[in-house]
Nanobody, 123 residues
Framework: QVQLVGSGGGAVMAGGSLRLSCEATTYSHRPYCMGWFRQAPGKDREGVAVIGNDGSTTYGDSVKGRFTISKDNDKNTLYLQMNTLKPEDTAMYYC??????????????????WGQGTQVTVS
């Protein structure tokens, strides 16, 4: 059973930076897609960024140019570097994993494994 453990959230002033981390407890050689999603109170879940095992990335329009998704295969860890944060970035951030290429789907509903969420608050 895969577990994802997210960390790195917190409170920051607008214009600041944060880096989120998500460690996967198991490793597989199968193709995979990992991503970050966020949900603000009263709003639908939003896709932030995804990355495939080939390193290809896709970003949501609202974070392009400000956020960077990356992974460290040696540490089984996914990262989200968030720069130039805005108050509208305030949300609970979740990491997710599914064993198939990102080209199949980037919808949150199609990810099987989820982290517990980490809160990001920008004021």
């Amino acid at each position: 059973q895969v577990q994802l453990v997210g960390s790195g959230g917190g409170a920051v002033m607008a214009g600041g930076s944060l880096r989120l981390s998500c460690e996967a407890t198991t490793y597989s050689h199968r193709p995979y897609c990992m991503g970050w999603f966020r949900q603000a109170p009263g709003k639908d879940r939003e896709g932030v960024a995804v990355i495939g095992n080939d390193g290809s990335t896709t970003y949501g329009d609202s974070v392009k140019g400000r956020f960077t998704i990356s992974k460290d295969n040696d540490k089984n860890t996914l990262y989200l570097q968030m720069n130039t944060l805005k108050p509208e970035d305030t949300a609970m951030y979740y990491c997710a994993l599914d064993y198939r290429p990102c080209a199949v789907s980037t919808r949150g509903a199609d990810f099987r494994y989820w982290g517990q969420g980490t809160q990001v608050t920008v004021s």
